[in-house]
């Protein structure tokens, strides 16, 4: 898996230099892919999830195995890359400098020539998933989650529909697709097609998901498939 491979490279380049920090890796990040933004933006997206969890982790005070499980979802990590990506894990958990330290140069790293960055949205729709893993997402990692929102440039607005989806998500279908509970079937309608053009895997593959990381965008789309099923179901009774 190319992904893994290029995090492998990185820790090497790191392990060379003999500094086993946080601000490190991501200044090789910059460094070792300054002419191609395209691989840049893909190994910052990888980095922003493994380092961001273990932050959560910290954070939160508590890691639960099913976090972890959830963590190992997300990755897909095959057996022999498990070392190197638990490492980068532990290297960003035992950083003494806080999340704000480094989500801003993760955006930066990631971010394409108008400056924007859509994978981010992706960065904290992973994160979601691994603080609601173990049932419940803790206030902590709420505050966390928020402040890396924040940093990442996501308004209020975008935040709270994605706190909605994983978190009321079962329960209110609308909260999943983004309308109003009085939305007619016609604008469910129109919403869901528009979420479910902007979640193809060729649209994430061409901001930057490595192709690794697709479980977040199967399990997003599983959540607007079932909200718009049962918000088609109340309009046809």
């Not at 990185?10 to 691989?39: H, K």
């Not at 005070?61 to 963590?71: D, H, M, N, R």
């Amino acid at each position: 898996m190319a992904i893994f491979q290029t995090l492998n490279t990185l820790l090497q380049s790191i392990q060379g230099s003999g500094r086993a920090t946080l601000d490190a890796v991501l200044e090789a990040v910059r460094s070792l892919f300054s002419g191609d933004r395209e691989t840049r933006r893909k190994v910052a997206f990888s980095v922003a999830i493994i380092a961001l969890s273990a932050k959560m982790a910290k954070a939160d005070g508590i890691v639960s195995a099913a976090e972890v499980a959830a963590f190992r979802q997300i990755l897909e990590i095959p057996p022999e890359e498990m070392r190197n990506v638990f490492r980068l894990y532990d290297i960003a958990k035992e950083d003494i400098a806080g999340f704000e330290a480094y989500a801003g140069r993760l955006r930066g790293l990631c971010e394409d020539e108008a400056g924007n960055c859509q994978l981010l949205g992706d960065v904290l729709d992973g994160l979601f998933h691994i603080a609601k893993a173990d049932g419940i997402v803790h206030e902590r990692e709420i505050e966390f989650l928020e402040g890396i929102a924040t940093i990442f440039g996501l308004d209020a607005a975008a935040f709270e529909r994605l706190r909605e989806r994983h978190i009321a998500g079962p329960n209110n279908p609308y909260a999943v697709l983004g309308i109003d509970a009085d939305a007619t079937a016609a604008e469910a309608r129109s919403q869901y097609l528009t979420l479910v053009k902007e979640n193809h895997p060729d649209r994430l593959a061409a901001r930057g998901v490595p192709d690794e990381f697709m479980f977040i965008a199967s399990e997003r789309m599983k959540a607007i498939n079932d909200a718009y099923s049962k918000i088609a179901k109340r309009h046809a009774a």
